[in-house]
């Protein structure tokens, strides 16, 4: 009698501790699920609700845009049209930094937005190669900037969220500028822009 009343008492023993490690073991499967998905989701969030980096206008606009129709230009971009001018910018810094702006100049035509197919067109392979590692701020904050202002009136961007699925978004920016010495003359300006992110629409 004595030995059953000990045997039942290690199996029921052994079946709440197989129980409590069962349980443990699913709440960490859990925890983890949430640990993966929660910095994704995040990212994607943060990526959602950035700035429109800095960027140039293509090519000749700003000497012969009115300031109203550069305006009107910036307000209908959508995502795809302010990375090209971001990229853009990088390829316009990429070529001061080996000074050969004169070359991008020389050859360009009125409304040009440049691109990588610029810089394999005018550099060596070795440049072109360099040209994807090339940090734009290392030499944009060389130049003489003056502070960010509000230029124009809020506006809307039409964009892809990504999640779940591809659902359009509506965002708001406020257009920003500020003017910056020249690269090749000191004594001429340019103006450089960028969109903050208001929030949804």
């Not at 030995?3 to 983890?32: D, H, P, R, Y």
């Not at 300031?67 to 995502?79: Q, V």
């Not at 937005?113 to 360099?130: D, K, P, Q, W």
């Not at 010495?181 to 004594?187: A, E, H, L, V």
Request: charged letters at 20%; hydrophobic letters at 35%; one cysteine or more.
């Amino acid at each position: 009698m004595k030995n059953l009343k000990l045997k039942s008492i290690v199996l029921g023993f052994m079946a709440m501790l197989m129980v409590s490690v069962m349980m443990t073991s699913c709440e960490q499967t859990e925890l983890e699920d949430i640990g993966v998905e929660t910095p994704i989701e995040n990212t994607e969030q943060a990526a959602l609700e950035a700035d429109i980096p800095e960027f140039f206008l293509p090519h000749g606009y700003e000497d012969k845009m009115s300031e109203e129709a550069i305006g009107n230009y910036i307000s209908t971009l959508d995502t795809e049209g302010f990375e090209k001018l971001v990229l853009h910018r990088k390829v316009i810094y990429y070529f001061v930094s080996l000074d050969k702006i004169d070359v991008l100049i020389d050859n360009a035509t009125y409304g040009d937005i440049f691109g990588a197919n610029t810089v394999m067109n005018y550099l060596s392979s070795e440049e072109s190669r360099l040209f994807e590692s090339f940090n734009v701020e290392s030499l944009a904050t060389l130049r003489g900037c003056t502070e960010w202002q509000d230029y124009g009136n809020p506006y809307q961007v039409i964009t892809s969220s990504g999640f779940p699925l591809n659902w359009p978004i509506c965002k708001r920016f406020q257009q920003q500028r500020r003017t910056c010495t020249r690269w090749w003359n000191p004594n001429l300006t340019y103006t450089s822009y960028r969109a903050k992110f208001l929030g949804y629409c």
